[in-house]
C-alpha cells in the first residue's frame, strides 16, 4: 500500500525550528549583539544598506545577525522591509562638495585644495593575520585634528572649471526615475540606471568594472576622486516652503575621469563615470563608476563591443537579490514538468530504438536482394 | 484594515500590501484583462518571499483578496508541497483570510505549475506564478525586441521552432510552457504548466490573472476567451495521455506524477491533483495501490 | 502594366556627423528593372541602398514604392508595421555576410521557411515541400535541408540567403555585394544563377558593388557614386563601354576586365 507524502507544513515548522538552532550556535557563547555588529562589522552592514537601499545601521545588524551573515540574505531582509514603508517623498540630491570628509583621495593631482587625507583604509595595510585582534586588546585613539571648516573642492569641479570635462549632466525629465516605483523600461535615463548600479551586487559590478580594464570596452578611467565622509540629507516640505535636514549619512563617492576623444556632437574632453553608494564601500563606488561610463557608450556614440556597456544584460543581473531568488528557485520542485520531459525521452528513444531496428533488419535483407 | 502579528511589534496593511501598491497592481490587471494575453509592465516590490519562488503571484492575489475570499494554493498540483503551504501560510497571516485544498469552494487559486482538474467557475480567479513570462525570450534575449515582435505580431520566429521540432523529432517537442494565442492576437507563456493543461485555458468561465515578479509583468486571460496553442494543420496540437489510470483513484484523462517506489525500477503513477484524487477516493473510487486512505505526517 | 516606376528616390542625403554619407540622390527603378551602384570603397554605395530600403533614415528626401494595389507610398511615412510587413513579404535583402541575413543554428529548411510562417502559412507539409523547391532553384542538394548553415561553405550559404528571401516571390530585392566575400569561381556560379533568377522572376533589384564585372553580368542600367554623390547614371553597356566622365573613365579602365 501506498501512502501519499503529506507534511509539509510540519515540515517547515521543524526546519524554521533548527534554523534557529543553528543561527544561536553554541549557546554557552554570549549572543552577538546588535551593537556589536553595528560597530565592529561595520562594513558588512554598509554593504547590507547600500544594496539593501535602507541606511539604517542598526536593520543592517538585525538582519546580518538574523541571516547568520548571509549578507545576500541580509539585503534580501532589508528589501523586503523596505518595501513596506510609506514614501514620503524624494530627498534634494546630496551636496557631496560639502561633505565633512574622512577620506579623500585623488589619482590625478599629487596635491589639490584640502589635500589628499587617507582615513581607514585597508590600502597600505599588510595582509598579515594580527594574532591579536583574537583577544580583546585596546587600540589607541586616533590622531585628530581640528577642521578648517573650508569645504574641500571636489576634483571634479576643477576640472569643469577649465572645460576639459563634461557637465555633470542634466536630468533627462523633470521627474527622477524610482525604479522601485515604476516598471523598469529599456531604454533608461542615466538616473534610474545608477539607481539600478548602486543597489546592484558588488561582485557582479566588481567583475564587469574589472573586465572593461582588461579590455573589454576600455575606457581609460583615472581616479578623480574617491571621497568618504557623511552629507545632510534634506527634505523639500511644500507646505512648509523651505527645506529641512532630515540627518546625515555616510556616503562613498567615487568619480571616475575617462579620455574622450570627441564626436561629432561633443569636442574632445574627459568624461565622467560616477559611482555613489552608502556607507563605506570604496570597491563597490569604483566598480559602479567603471560600470556606469561603460553603460554610456551608446549616449557618447562609441561601439557596444562588450557586456559591461550592454545595459539591458548589465542592469537585468545586476540585483543579486533577484539573480539568488531565481538561481535558487531552481531547487523547488519541477515534478510535473519533469514528468512531461520524461514522458517525451521514453517516447523519443523508443521511436530512436524503433528506427535502429528497422534500419539493421534492411541491412540484414540487403545480402538476399543481392543474391 | 491592518493586521497586527503576535508580537505586536510590526503591523502589516492587509495582505501585507500597502493599497497604493495594490492600486497599481489593480491598475496593471485591469490593462491586462483589457488586452488579453499583453505583458504589463508594473513596479514589481521585493517580497517577503524569494524571486522566483512566486512573488508575481503573491502580488497579484495580495492585490484582489478580500477578507470574504477563500484561498486555495498548490504547486505542482498539491495543496501539500511546501512551497504551497508556505505562500497559504502567509496570506493566512497578513490577510487573515479562509483558506482551503477544496478547489470548487475557493474563490482565489493561487498556482505555480498545473491547473486543477476540476473546471473552475465564474467567479473564481486563477493566479498563476510566472518564472519567464516572455514567450519569445529563448529564441531572442532582448526585451527591446521581443517588445517589438509583440507589437507588430512578428510571430514567425515561434513557428520556426515548433518547424524545428518537427524537422528533427518527427513532432512537437515542446511539453510545458507550450505557447499559445490569446484571442487571435498576443502569444502568451502559459507559465510552467504542462501541454497537458493548455485547453483548460480555452473559453474558461474562471479569470485568470498572470504574475512575474522578478521580470515585473502581469497579464491577464479574462473568462471565455479564445486560446489556441501553437501548432501546424498537419502537425495539430496534442496534449499528453497516459496508459495507466492513477494507482490511487483510478482517474483516467487527468496529469499524473510518477513516483518511485523501489530502487528496483518500481514506480506507479498518482495523481498531480492531489485535491482531485482525495475527493475521488471519497467518493469510493479506488486505484489498484490504494489501500485505507490513511494519511501520515512525517 | 503602369507607367509609374516601382521606387522613386527623391533628393536622399544621409550625413554621419559632418562625414557625407551620400548627397542628394534621385533615382527611379522599374519592375523588372536591375540596377547597379558602382562605386570605389566609401564612396556611399551601402549608406544609399540602406537610406532606401528603410534600414537607416537619410538625414534628408524621400523614398517611396508602389505598392501592389498601385498606390506610391511614401515609406518613411508608413508605419513601422506596415514597412515591416513590406520588407519581409514584397522585398528581399541579401547582405554581403551571409551570417547577417541568415538564422545561423536553424535549419536550412527553416531559414527558408521562415518568411512563410511569419504571414500565416501554418502547414507544415506545405511549408516543406516550398522550402525543398527553393533550395533545388539555388542548387542545394535536398539532403542538406535539416541542416544549420553554419555546417555550408561560403557559396552555399550565400545562395541560401538568396533563398530565403525569394520565397515569398517579392516584387524588388536589395542586394550589397552578394558576390563580395567569395572567391572567384564559387562568384561566377552564383552570379549565373542570380541573372537566371532575376529574369524568370522579373525581379527589379538594386545591386551595389564595387565590381563592375558583376553590374556587367547582372544590370540593364548603372549608377557610378564618387564621395557620396552621383556622377554618371546610363544604360550599363554604354556607360561602361563609353564612359562620359572622367572619374567613370578611370574607374572602367583601371578595373574592368570583361
Ligand atoms: N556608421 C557610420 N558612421 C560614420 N561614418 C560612416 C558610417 N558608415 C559609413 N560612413 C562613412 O560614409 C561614407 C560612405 O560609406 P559607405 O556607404 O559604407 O560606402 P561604400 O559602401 O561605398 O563603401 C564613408 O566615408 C564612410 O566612412
Ligand atoms: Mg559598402
Keep these: 500500500m501506498y501512502v501519499a507524502v503529506k507534511g509539509g507544513e510540519t515540515a517547515i515548522r521543524n526546519a524554521h525550528r533548527l534554523l534557529a538552532n543553528r543561527r544561536r550556535g553554541d549557546p554557552s557563547v554570549p549572543s552577538l549583539t546588535l551593537e556589536q555588529i553595528a560597530e565592529q562589522l561595520a562594513l558588512a552592514c554598509d554593504r547590507v544598506m547600500s544594496e539593501g537601499s535602507v541606511y539604517d545601521r542598526d536593520l543592517a545588524a538585525l538582519a546580518i545577525k538574523q541571516a547568520r551573515g548571509d549578507l545576500i540574505e541580509a539585503i534580501f531582509l532589508l528589501r523586503a522591509y523596505r518595501t513596506t514603508l510609506p514614501r514620503f517623498g524624494y530627498s534634494e540630491p546630496v551636496d557631496t562638495a560639502a561633505m565633512q570628509v574622512e577620506r579623500r583621495i585623488s589619482a590625478t593631482y599629487k596635491d589639490l585644495p584640502g589635500g589628499q587625507m587617507l582615513g581607514p583604509t585597508f590600502d597600505y595595510t599588510h595582509r598579515l593575520l594580527d594574532p591579536a585582534l583574537a583577544g580583546d586588546e585596546e587600540v589607541e585613539a586616533p590622531e585628530s585634528h581640528e577642521s578648517d571648516e573650508t569645504p574641500v573642492v571636489r576634483v571634479s569641479d576643477i576640472l569643469a572649471r577649465e572645460g576639459l570635462i563634461e557637465n555633470d549632466g542634466v536630468s533627462e525629465s523633470e521627474e527622477i526615475g524610482d525604479l522601485t516605483r515604476t516598471p523598469m523600461e529599456f531604454p533608461m535615463n542615466r538616473d534610474t540606471r545608477l539607481q539600478a548600479l548602486s543597489r546592484g551586487d558588488e561582485g557582479f559590478l566588481l567583475a564587469l568594472g574589472y573586465s572593461t580594464q582588461r579590455g573589454y570596452a576600455r575606457s581609460h578611467p583615472f581616479a578623480g576622486e574617491i571621497r568618504i565622509g557623511e552629507v545632510d540629507v534634506e527634505f523639500d516640505v511644500p507646505e512648509l516652503g523651505f527645506t529641512v535636514t532630515l540627518g546625515r549619512i555616510r556616503v562613498t563617492e ?118 | 484594515m491592518t493586521i497586527h502579528t503576535d508580537d505586536g511589534l510590526a503591523t502589516y496593511n492587509f495582505a501585507y500590501l500597502d493599497e497604493q501598491t495594490k492600486r497599481m497592481i489593480r491598475r496593471a490587471i485591469l490593462k491586462g484583462i483589457a488586452i488579453p494575453g499583453y505583458q504589463v509592465p508594473f513596479a514589481s516590490r521585493e517580497m517577503p518571499m524569494p524571486y522566483g519562488w512566486g512573488t508575481g503571484g503573491v502580488q497579484v492575489t495580495a492585490a484582489v483578496i478580500g477578507p470574504d475570499d477563500v484561498l486555495k494554493v498548490i504547486d505542482q498540483g498539491a495543496d501539500d508541497t511546501t512551497n504551497a503551504v508556505s505562500i497559504r501560510n502567509f496570506f493566512a497571516k497578513v490577510a487573515e483570510v479562509e483558506t482551503t485544498t477544496d478547489t470548487a469552494t475557493a474563490s482565489i487559486i493561487q498556482t505555480r505549475h498545473r491547473i486543477p482538474e476540476e473546471k473552475l467557475k465564474e467567479g473564481q480567479i486563477l493566479v498563476y506564478q510566472v518564472p519567464i513570462p516572455e514567450p519569445l525570450r529563448f529564441l531572442e534575449p532582448r526585451e527591446t525586441e521581443t517588445r517589438k515582435m509583440h507589437a507588430l505580431s512578428e510571430y514567425g520566429l515561434m513557428h ?121 477516493r471519497e467518493g469510493g473510487h479506488r486505484g489498484h495501490l490504494a489501500g485505507d486512505a490513511r494519511e501520515t505526517a512525517q | 502594366m503602369t507607367d509609374q516606376p516601382l521606387l522613386c528616390v527623391n533628393g536622399v542625403s544621409k550625413f554621419y556627423g559632418n562625414r557625407i554619407g551620400c548627397q542628394d540622390v534621385g533615382l527611379e527603378l522599374w519592375l523588372g528593372e536591375v540596377l547597379a551602384i558602382v562605386g570605389e570603397s566609401g564612396s556611399g554605395k551601402t549608406t544609399l541602398l540602406n537610406c532606401i530600403s528603410t534600414r537607416l533614415p537619410p538625414t534628408a528626401g524621400t523614398v517611396s514604392y508602389r505598392m501592389r494595389d498601385g498606390q506610391m507610398r511614401d515609406l518613411y511615412r508608413m508605419g513601422e508595421a506596415e514597412r515591416r510587413f513590406l520588407m519581409r513579404t514584397d522585398w528581399g535583402f541579401v547582405h554581403q555576410n551571409p551570417a547577417d541575413g541568415l538564422r545561423m543554428s536553424v535549419s536550412a529548411g527553416a531559414n527558408v521557411g521562415e518568411r512563410l510562417m511569419a504571414v500565416g502559412e501554418r502547414h507544415y507539409g506545405n511549408i516543406r515541400e516550398t522550402a525543398e523547391d527553393w533550395l533545388g532553384r539555388v542548387e542545394i542538394g535536398l539532403d542538406r535541408i535539416d541542416d544549420q548553415p553554419r555546417d555550408f561553405s561560403g557559396g552555399m550559404r550565400q545562395r541560401l540567403q538568396i533563398a530565403r528571401n525569394l520565397v515569398t516571390v517579392p516584387r524588388l530585392v536589395f542586394m550589397d555585394e552578394p558576390t563580395g566575400g567569395l572567391d572567384v569561381s564559387v562568384q561566377a556560379r552564383l552570379l549565373d544563377l542570380l541573372r537566371g533568377l532575376v529574369n524568370d522572376l522579373g525581379l527589379a533589384v538594386v545591386v551595389v558593388t564595387h565590381d563592375l564585372a558583376v553590374a556587367r553580368l547582372l544590370s540593364h542600367r548603372i549608377m557610378v557614386m564618387k564621395d557620396g554623390a552621383v556622377v554618371e547614371t546610363g544604360l550599363t553597356d554604354r556607360v561602361l563601354d563609353d564612359p562620359r566622365e572622367p572619374y567613370t573613365q578611370l574607374l572602367v579602365s583601371s578595373i574592368l576586365q570583361v
Aim: aromatic share 8%; glycine share 6%; proline share 5%.
Design chain 1, 254 to 371: 567615487c568619480q571616475m575621469v575617462n579620455q574622450f576623444q570627441g564626436s561629432s556632437k561633443a569636442p574632445p574632453q574627459f568624461t565622467r563615470g560616477y559611482g555613489l553608494v552608502f556607507g563605506q564601500s570604496e570597491r563597490k563606488a569604483m566598480a559602479m563608476a567603471l560600470c556606469d561610463r561603460a553603460l554610456r557608450a551608446t549616449e557618447l556614440g562609441e561601439d557596444i563591443v562588450a557586456a559591461a556597456q550592454d545595459e539591458e544584460f548589465v542592469i537585468s543581473h545586476s540585483d543579486n537579490v533577484q539573480a539568488t531568488g531565481f538561481v535558487e528557485h531552481l531547487k523547488l520542485p519541477h515534478y510535473v514538468d519533469f514528468q512531461a520531459e520524461l514522458d517525451l525521452v521514453r517516447r523519443m528513444r523508443a521511436e530512436h530504438a524503433a528506427r535502429r531496428d528497422s534500419d539493421s533488419d534492411s541491412d540484414s535483407a540487403m545480402p538476399e536482394a543481392a543474391e
Design chain 2, 160 to 280: 520556426v521552432k515548433l518547424y524545428e521540432d518537427i524537422a528533427k523529432n518527427g513532432h512537437i517537442a515542446t511539453t510545458y510552457a507550450y505557447p499559445v494565442k490569446v484571442e487571435g492576437r498576443y502569444v502568451m507563456d502559459p507559465s510552467p504548466t504542462p501541454k497537458f493543461d493548455n485547453p483548460k485555458m480555452h473559453m474558461s468561465d474562471a479569470l485568470q490573472l498572470f504574475g512575474a515578479g522578478r521580470e515585473k509583468r502581469i497579464y491577464a486571460i479574462p473568462p471565455h476567451t479564445d486560446v489556441v496553442s501553437l501548432d501546424f494543420e498537419d502537425y495539430p496540437f496534442e496534449v499528453q495521455t497516459f496508459v495507466e489510470p492513477c494507482a490511487l483513484c483510478a482517474a483516467h484523462g487527468v496529469y499524473l506524477d510518477e513516483v518511485i517506489l523501489d530502487d528496483k525500477g518500481g514506480r506507479m503513477f498518482v495523481c498531480s491533483d492531489t485535491d482531485h484524487c482525495e475527493k475521488r
